[in-house]
Every structure is written in structure tokens, then in C-alpha cells.
């Protein structure tokens, strides 16, 4: 299978990306009740369309968001949902929905790095410097405070840029950032991330580490920066993945108040610097125990000792949009799943090509922790290939903690066939496989020596396979009821079974 390219109209930026959905209807709505940033902002857009492990009710797939009057903020519009649907990315990407993660591997290989341009060229006009009286990120930017008990208010879209201390090779990663202070940012890095690699080298050498935050940019980057390790090794730029998406260089823009570089189309950007041997309480300000709420549909728990951006300067477009998401819902599932669908199908492909047909990283997981993969079995040869294909999905995507194994009749994107799949083709007693005391994602709260006695610390879980295929000398007994095939266009004109 390989990825289909449909017409899309040019997205260079978050608002040429704002006009391609607005011709589309169903894709894009603006608010102009003032709304407040402050836990209301997100309650409303959990009803509109955050989906995905929110909680319920809340729509799937529901349109962009735009509030046109933020209280306090009379400069700024917000938009929530960009990625809300993966119907809505692959418009964005301008491919099939269901060949993403093809699009997606085969943009790896044809990585296209960035450029820096000149320092004019950056299109944030309005600077204001922390060392200007009056500067306060609180009353500057409406981050919002996604829920009542939130630490704070989030950065939840912020592209964090920076370079390693020693090699000056670049990554950029989406982490989450509390507002401390008037000039102060947490910053939580789950453990791995390369940055956090960067900011241990310059803290061992005592010195601060240069980063910049973009914030509302091309859809495409956002998607891009999603990639993890093996795929994206240490001091892989995930914006060259991003120009490949494109077919042209992301740009950068020199920093004005420290030696980094920033997305030079971005809505909003951050110059700051993450200092050395400095800590502070993520919940400092609220002490509620509580950070904010994160893609399983948990609200994380506030981290007691966490590094601190100082931030140098702020600087935004006239008209900015700051852009911003529900942590549990849709659009982190695409963000994070459809890279992890590319790793799982580059890994596999390598290692037995044309066996694994495609994979979804499935809503229920956030995009990380469920993965379906469907396999084609082609002779009594293949019969085990599939675990094995499952295998090499942990390693290529270590923060996976399921794989369901399905044959190539069964559509993984509907959730109904996949569980048909298990109740039909799957004994839970020889089809079930599980790997016990592995690394995976600390924000899954089952992962846990209080859950399990059996799971050491934070973290460590124990990853399962479910092999939901028709063994191969059995195949000829498990065929599909075979309809006829029709032209239903004839009987219900502009009919789409899709």
C-alpha cells in the first residue's frame, strides 16, 4: 500500500491552514461569545468536538474552533482542534485519511531539512522583552487553564526548539509547559526525550540551555514533531520531516534575545533559556496535586522538582491566534499516532515487506499505547509471521503497550470490526501473548507498584499482544459473508460509503 495524494489547496502557515477549512464545510466554526480562558475555553470545546479519551459526552470529529474574545486578551483570538479529526489532517496533508502513516514513513526518507533565514524575514512584529517593566506572561498570552484544578495555565501547542550544547545538532518536541511566574515556564520531559539530553549536557557543564517555543504553525510540523526514537535518532531534526510533507524547507528565523533559531511563520513565539540546577513545584501555585489533563483521559499529577525556562522575550504576529489543544482528545491522537503508525510500517516493511498492510494507532490509546495491525497471511509459511510483526511494532514505538492483530478483511479503523475480529477469530487462552516488565508510558496510571506488585516503578508494564487472525490452514472456514456487489450510486445518487 502506498499513500494517496488528493488536491489541496497551499498551507504555509496556521492561517493559510484556517482558509482551506473554512471552504469546507463542517470543518471550521467561530465563536464570538467572550469566553473565558480558564477552564471554560476547553469545557466548551470537550463538548464540541475533543473526542478521543475525553470524557463523555463529547463529539468526534467536531469542527475547529475559533474564539474570536477571550477575556483579558483583546489582542488575541484562540483556535482549538486543528487535528481534531484525521479526516480533517489528511485534508490538511492532502492525503487519504487511511494512508497517513504510508505518507507519513515515506516523508522520513525523503526528509527535506530547514533553512535559516534572515532575522527580517520573521513575521512576529510585536516584541515584548522580559527585562521591559510591566512584562508578565499572565496577562501577555491566554494559555489556558484546561480544567478547574489545572497547576496552571498550559502551553499545550508549543514547538520547543533547541540545539545540542555539543554537536549543534537540533530537535523539536511538544512538552508540557506550565506558566510559573511572570517570566517562568515548567517544563515536564518524559524520560528519553532528546532535549532533555541537550538540557542534561548543559546543566553538567552549568550553563543554561538557549530554547525557543513556536507556537500556531503549519499543521504539517506539528505532525512532524511527533516522531520518537528509533525512527527519529538523537539529533534528528523532525523539521526536515516536515519539508519532505511540503516539498519545501520549514524556515527559521534567528532569535532576538538568545543564540536559537524560531519558526519564522509562527503565530506566537518564546525565546527563553532552560537554567541549570534550578527546580520548581509544577502545582506551586494551586497546590491542588494536580497537573493537567493528558491524553489516557487522566489529569497527570503535578511533578514535584521540574526544570524552569526563564523566558527572554515574547513575540507574536499582529492579529495573533494562539493556538492551543484538550489534552485527552482527537488531536493528540493524530499528532502522536500517525507518526507511530509510519515507525511501526517502516520497521515491519523492513524486515518482512508486503506482510503488514497498514496500522492504526487507535483513539482508545491516545495514539500511543493501542496499536491495530493488519496482516496478510499468503502461505503456511506466514502462519507467526503476524507476532512477529508485533514484536518489531514494540521496538519500532517502545511506548506501545498493545497490538491487535487482525487479517486483511477487517477494516481497523472501525472499532466494531476489530472487536468482531476478537469475538470470532480469538481464544484468549492461545492467542493471548504478553511480555511482562517492559518500559512504557508513565502517564498510563495502571502502570504503577501500587496497580501491580509485580510492576517495579513508575512506568514499567507489562505489554500484550492479541492475535485476533484466522490461522492460515483455517482461512478457507472463516470467510466473510459475500454480498453482492452493486452500484448503489444508481439507487441513492451521491451516496458515499465511506
Known amino acids: 500500500m502506498s499513500s494517496k495524494k488528493v488536491p489541496v489547496a497551499p498551507v504555509t502557515d496556521l492561517r493559510s491552514a484556517i482558509a482551506l477549512l473554512q471552504q469546507h464545510e463542517g470543518h471550521f466554526i467561530e465563536i464570538d461569545e467572550p469566553v473565558d480562558p480558564t477552564a471554560e475555553l476547553s469545557g466548551v470545546y470537550r463538548y464540541i468536538g475533543a473526542g478521543g479519551t475525553c470524557r463523555r459526552p463529547t463529539r468526534t470529529g467536531g469542527p475547529v474552533a475559533m474564539f474570536n474574545h477571550v477575556k483579558g486578551y483583546p489582542e488575541f483570538k484562540v483556535v482549538i482542534g486543528m487535528l481534531?479529526?484525521?479526516?480533517?489532517?489528511?485534508?490538511?496533508?492532502?492525503?487519504?485519511?487511511?494512508?497517513?502513516?504510508?505518507?507519513?514513513?515515506?516523508?522520513?526518507?525523503?526528509?527535506?531539512?530547514?533553512?535559516?533565514?534572515?532575522?527580517?524575514?520573521?513575521?512576529?512584529?510585536?516584541?515584548?522583552?522580559?527585562?521591559?517593566?510591566?512584562?508578565?506572561?499572565?496577562?501577555?498570552?491566554?494559555?489556558?487553564?484546561?480544567?478547574?484544578?489545572?497547576?496552571?495555565?498550559?502551553?499545550?501547542?508549543?514547538?520547543?526548539y533547541a540545539a545540542d550544547p555539543e554537536t549543534g545538532e537540533h530537535d523539536v518536541t511538544i512538552h508540557r509547559l506550565c506558566v510559573q511566574s511572570k517570566d517562568e515556564l515548567s517544563m515536564w520531559l518524559t524520560p528519553g526525550r532528546h532535549i532533555d539530553a541537550f538540557r542534561q549536557k548543559a546543566e553538567a557543564a552549568g550553563k543554561p540551555l538557549p530554547i525557543s517555543i513556536s507556537i500556531g504553525v503549519d499543521p504539517a510540523i506539528y505532525v512532524a514533531a511527533c516522531f520518537e526514537p528509533p525512527t527519529t535518532p538523537l539529533g534528528y531534526d523532525e523539521l526536515a520531516i516536515a519539508g519532505a510533507l511540503r516539498g519545501r524547507a520549514v524556515e527559521l528565523a534567528p532569535?532576538?534575545?538568545?543564540?536559537?533559531?524560531?519558526?519564522?511563520?509562527?503565530?506566537?513565539?518564546?525565546?527563553?533559556?532552560?537554567?541549570?540546577?534550578?527546580?520548581?513545584?509544577?502545582?506551586?501555585?494551586?497546590?491542588?496535586?494536580?497537573?493537567?489533563?493528558?491524553?489516557?483521559?487522566?489529569?497527570g499529577d503535578a511533578k514535584p522538582e521540574l526544570p524552569v525556562?526563564?523566558?527572554?522575550?515574547?513575540?507574536?504576529?499582529?492579529?495573533?491566534?494562539?493556538?492551543t489543544t484538550v489534552g485527552p482528545?482527537?488531536?493528540?491522537?493524530?499528532?502522536?499516532?500517525?507518526?507511530?503508525?509510519?515507525s511501526i510500517l517502516d520497521m515491519v516493511d523492513r524486515a518482512m515487506p508486503g506482510k503488514l498492510l497498514n496500522v492504526f494507532a487507535h483513539t482508545s490509546g491516545g495514539g500511543k499505547l493501542l496499536a491495530v495491525m493488519q496482516f496478510k497471511k499468503s502461505a503456511p509459511?506466514?502462519?507467526?509471521?503476524?507476532?512477529?510483526?508485533?514484536?518489531?511494532?514494540?521496538?519500532?514505538?517502545?511506548?506501545?503497550?498493545?497490538?491487535?492483530?487482525?487479517?486483511?478483511?477487517?477494516?481497523?479503523?472501525d472499532t466494531d470490526d476489530v472487536l468482531w475480529a476478537m469475538q470470532t477469530r480469538f481464544q484468549g487462552d492461545i492467542d493471548t501473548l504478553t511480555i511482562p516488565g517492559v518500559r512504557c508510558h508513565p502517564l498510563d496510571p495502571s502502570q504503577t507498584p501500587e496497580y501491580s506488585p509485580f510492576l517495579r516503578e513508575v512506568g514499567s508494564s507489562c505489554k500484550t499482544i492479541f492475535d485476533?487472525?484466522?490461522?492460515?490452514?483455517?482461512?478457507?472456514?472463516?470467510?466473510?459473508?459475500?454480498f453482492m456487489e452493486v452500484d448503489v450510486e444508481r439507487f441513492v445518487p451521491g451516496f458515499n460509503a465511506k
Open 329 to 342: 482528545g482527537q488531536e493528540h491522537v493524530n499528532m502522536a499516532g500517525i507518526p507511530t503508525e509510519a
Open 84 to 160: 481534531g479529526s484525521r479526516e480533517r489532517t489528511g485534508l490538511l496533508l492532502g492525503h487519504e485519511p487511511e494512508t497517513l502513516g504510508y505518507l507519513l514513513k515515506d516523508s522520513v526518507k525523503n526528509a527535506i531539512p530547514p533553512v535559516v533565514v534572515s532575522a527580517d524575514k520573521a513575521l512576529q512584529e510585536i516584541v515584548h522583552k522580559a527585562d521591559e517593566p510591566g512584562f508578565d506572561l499572565r496577562t501577555l498570552l491566554p494559555a489556558p487553564t484546561n480544567t478547574p484544578e489545572d497547576a496552571g495555565p498550559y502551553i499545550t501547542m508549543g514547538l520547543c
Open 468 to 482: 485476533c487472525t484466522v490461522p492460515f490452514k483455517l482461512k478457507k472456514h472463516f470467510e466473510r459473508s459475500n
Open 381 to 413: 509459511v506466514d502462519e507467526g509471521r503476524q507476532r512477529q510483526a508485533a514484536l518489531l511494532a514494540f521496538s519500532a514505538f517502545p511506548e506501545l503497550k498493545h497490538a491487535i492483530l487482525v487479517d486483511e478483511d477487517v477494516d481497523i479503523f
Open 255 to 299: 532569535c532576538l534575545t538568545i543564540d536559537g533559531r524560531a519558526i519564522a511563520n509562527a503565530e506566537v513565539v518564546i525565546e527563553g533559556e532552560l537554567l541549570p540546577n534550578y527546580r520548581v513545584r509544577e502545582d506551586q501555585n494551586t497546590d491542588t496535586g494536580r497537573a493537567m489533563p493528558e491524553f489516557p483521559g487522566y489529569t
Open 309 to 323: 525556562i526563564k523566558v527572554k522575550a515574547v513575540r507574536y504576529r499582529p492579529n495573533p491566534i494562539l493556538q
